[in-house]
């Protein structure tokens, strides 16, 4: 086969934000954009990371994955990898990319250099909307900040790129392609389909106790719906919710990926996973409406999978509570019998930090973004980690895991209620509430102005430095700064992770320049309100004097002209 060399210019836009590069797809149409910064990834691995090796190649399966598949396969050919791991249909969630990466390693060690995972994870899909390419380490994790930077640098001056002429691979069968010498290369490269499920689940499988789910779900009290939201998430549902664990098929929602996810906005929250919402009998502001045919648990996902919103009986739980709610209770998790300690994202609400003070064990806050993590995985120091953007996960791979997180809280709901009699489940809710009497409520809330313009997002930022000195003289004890961080594991740093005002009781507000998003700016205010008495008040009603407060530092409303956000969480 032979290798044909195409003479190319750089972009100069092709920065990876918080987790690859997502761009519309008429931006990754134009001439040689993809190629481009495939190449430069390409480019920036050593030549023995390389050759011979595998790589996984993969993505969520909204609009143009199948193209950018057969691409980027005949570039990996021409760079010198030996295989190419591709789930069915070019489908595996971010977590199964994860789970295949280390999986191909634990059985020869050294043998997957990584992946390519195509995804722009929680942004909509389709040829009017958003496409991403993600770079994934031999660990399965997201490439870390020094390898990212290398991939820009490379972008910037990129000359030239290099594809074999392979044939188009067979991405409906799993079956390996025809082995075939790569000219230049002494070793033959093959292409091979895999089950997008099987590692996955067999790893899911291992990891919890499916008999004990298995009886919680056959409780004629206990009724569960999942939603998928048209993404990637669907095909792990159905064999691990519906096949495995019994669930009825009509209680699996929005289980068949399609590309452009009908045409709905991936994201699990109160706003997007609108079906969910209603089936939960919870409102747009997290009021109860639950009737008495509505499901006990419920969860949706985001379009890679990676994400979740779990919800009881017409009550939302916050992605912090359910962090810090699983770091309580992981004795009911099997894998977990002991854990070293727990990390979070500093917009994260301290809640699973007060539970690992009472476990005594350590708890790490990391800039948001999940590969700030994967250090602290690789060392042992942590186990369970989470965002508050609805992201959980643990040490069984390095990606937040939406399924995983379901599971986690099967287990354990299925473990309070080991001995209660039907017609008297332990809820959800139940298990927050206890939780809040004893440890005490974190009341949190996120605002998101979405779409911004750039210069009015500077001009909002720079009012809130501005006012810095203002906020710390207004109150002794209150704190503002930019947040930093130092990984403790190899020592590197990240500057400017987010401008925190911090009162001396805990509580405080933190403004954030999203780094997802594929036009404009989206702005994201996170409130947080530590009450230890007080665990039952309405979460607005908590939250309105720092709400207040933020939203007279930064001016926003004045400064944009909106009359208030996009999205509250
Ligand atoms: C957002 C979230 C962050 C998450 C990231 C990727 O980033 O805030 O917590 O890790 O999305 O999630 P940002 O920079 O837009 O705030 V996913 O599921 O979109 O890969
Ligand atoms: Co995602």
Redo the contacts with the bound molecule.
């Keep these: 086969i032979s290798v044909t060399t195409v003479q190319t210019t750089p972009y100069t836009d092709q920065k990876a934000?918080?987790?690859g590069l997502r761009k519309k797809v008429s931006v990754f149409k134009q001439e040689n954009y993809l190629e481009n910064f495939v190449q430069s990834i390409f480019d920036s691995l050593k030549d023995d990371e390389v050759h011979t090796k595998s790589l996984v190649l993969s993505g969520d399966g909204r609009y143009y994955n199948d193209i950018a598949i057969q691409k980027i396969a005949k570039m990996a050919a021409a760079r010198g990898f030996g295989k190419v791991v591709i789930g069915q249909n070019g489908l595996l969630s971010?977590p199964a990319v994860s789970a295949v990466i280390r999986q191909l390693n634990k059985e020869v060690e050294g043998s997957c250099t990584g992946g390519i995972v195509l995804t722009a994870?929680?942004?909509p899909g389709g040829e009017n909307n958003d496409f991403g390419i993600k770079f994934n380490s031999s660990n399965g994790g997201p490439a870390l900040e020094n390898l990212t930077d290398a991939f820009f640098s490379r972008s910037k001056e990129i000359s030239e790129y290099k594809y074999a002429e392979l044939p188009e691979i067979n991405l409906t069968e799993i079956h390996q392609e025809n082995p075939v010498q790569v000219e230049g290369y002494e070793h033959e490269f093959i292409a091979e389909v895999i089950s997008s499920t099987d590692i996955y689940v067999s790893l899911l499988k291992s990891l919890f106790d499916f008999d004990s789910i298995k009886a919680l779900m056959a409780r004629s009290d206990f009724n569960f719906a999942y939603d998928g939201m048209s993404g990637v998430a669907g095909p792990y549902a159905r064999t691990i919710f519906e096949e495995e664990l019994g669930v009825p098929a009509e209680n699996l929602y929005g289980c068949d990926p399609s590309p452009d996810f009908e045409g709905g906005h991936p994201d699990p929250n109160l706003t997007y996973a609108e079906n969910l919402v209603k089936v939960m009998g919870v409102t747009i502001k997290g009021a109860n409406v639950a009737t008495d045919t509505t499901p006990d648990f419920g969860a949706a996902a985001?379009g890679?999978a990676?994400?979740n919103m779990v919800l009881g009986k017409g009550f939302f739980i916050t992605p912090s509570d359910s962090l810090a709610i699983i770091t309580a209770n992981h004795g009911a998790i099997s894998y977990m019998k002991d854990i070293t300690g727990v990390a979070r994202?500093m917009p994260t609400s301290g809640a699973v930090d007060i539970v690992a003070k009472e476990l005594g064990i350590d708890v790490y806050e990391t800039p948001?973004?999940?590969k700030f993590f994967g250090n602290l995985l690789d060392a042992d120091k942590i186990v369970i980690c989470g965002?508050?953007?609805f992201?959980t996960g643990s040490n069984h791979i390095r990606e937040?895991d939406g399924i995983w997180a379901v599971l986690a809280w099967l287990s354990i709901i299925a473990h309070k209620n080991s001995e209660t009699t039907e017609g008297n489940l332990v809820s959800a809710e139940q298990i927050v509430r206890d939780h809040w009497k004893k440890f005490g409520r974190n009341y949190y809330s996120r605002y998101d102005y979405e779409n911004l313009e750039t210069e009015t997002a500077d001009k909002i930022f720079e009012t809130l430095e501005s006012k810095m000195e203002q906020f710390r003289n207004e109150e002794e004890g209150n704190v503002a700064d930019i947040f930093e961080y130092t990984d403790s594991v190899d020592g590197s740093s990240s500057k400017n992770q987010g401008w925190r005002f911090m009162y001396k009781d805990g509580s405080r507000f933190i403004f954030?320049k999203?780094?997802?998003?594929s036009s404009g700016a989206?702005i994201?205010i996170y409130l947080e309100s530590y009450n230890k008495d007080n665990t039952e008040l309405e979460t607005a009603e908590a939250l309105k004097n720092l709400s207040e407060k933020a939203l007279e530092y930064c001016e926003i409303n004045e400064i944009s002209g909106r009359e208030g956000p996009t999205v509250i969480t």
């Design positions: 934000g918080t987790s971010t994870s929680h942004n985001d890679d990676d994400r994202s948001t973004g999940w965002e508050e953007s992201g937040k954030r999203s780094g997802t998003g989206t994201r």
